[in-house]
């Protein structure tokens, strides 16, 4: 290898590894939001508890105090917010955690990508089909979260890099030239023999 080469690859390293931590900047940016969402909810939640104990405490007029105090509908709200913003919270953290130490911890490995989507009037759910060569029967079938506008890859088959956790065998980020595929690692992602995947189920 000439010295031109080598100046090459470290400058092609150099851009990789600068892309990937742009990715991850941009994907804690969008856990972060994640999580204000989570803390809105059981601040409404708290809210809600707190009318129904003495609604002065959160500034109910007195004139309209007999609508919140002892309500049962306030406090059965009040609880099920609460519990809600704490799971999302929960799980937020657990599955942001563990992808950001897989991709700090471990090598990727080299796969072909095929990306998938699925929409209802709600929402546009991508999912990541991944094979060990291009002719091989797909390994794992995961949800993923692009941090990019991942529209044109549907359908096509691309080579992509693979973050895979090692405790639960499922990938964890999947990078391609675009950006990087957060996937949880969490979820049953392997497609079993007769071809059906445990997809969307965590362990």
Do not use: C
Request: aromatic share 8%.
């Amino acid at each position: 290898m000439t010295r031109a080469d080598t100046l090459a690859s470290a400058d092609e390293l150099r851009d990789a590894a600068r892309a990937m931590k742009n990715d991850i900047k941009r994907y804690k940016a969008r856990i972060v939001f994640a999580q204000l969402v989570s803390a809105g909810v059981m601040a409404f939640g708290i809210v809600a508890v707190l009318a129904y104990v003495d609604p002065a405490l959160v500034a109910v007029p007195a004139n309209q105090s007999q609508l919140y105090e002892g309500k049962t509908l306030w406090l059965l709200a009040g609880i099920l917010f609460i519990g809600l913003g704490l799971a999302f919270l929960w799980v937020s953290h657990r599955r942001s955690t563990r992808s950001l130490w897989v991709v700090a911890n471990t090598s990727p490995v080299d796969m072909f990508l095929t990306l998938g989507v699925e929409e209802d009037s709600d929402s546009t759910n991508y999912y990541a089909l991944l094979r060990d060569g291009a002719a091989a029967k797909p390994r794992w079938r995961a949800w993923v979260d692009p941090t990019f506008r991942a529209r044109a890859l549907v359908g096509r088959e691309i080579a992509a890099r693979v973050f895979v956790d090692p405790r639960s065998g499922a990938p964890a980020a999947i990078r391609v030239e675009q950006g990087v595929l957060w996937a949880n690692p969490l979820q049953r992602a392997e497609i079993e023999h007769d071809g059906k995947a445990g997809v969307g189920k965590s362990t």
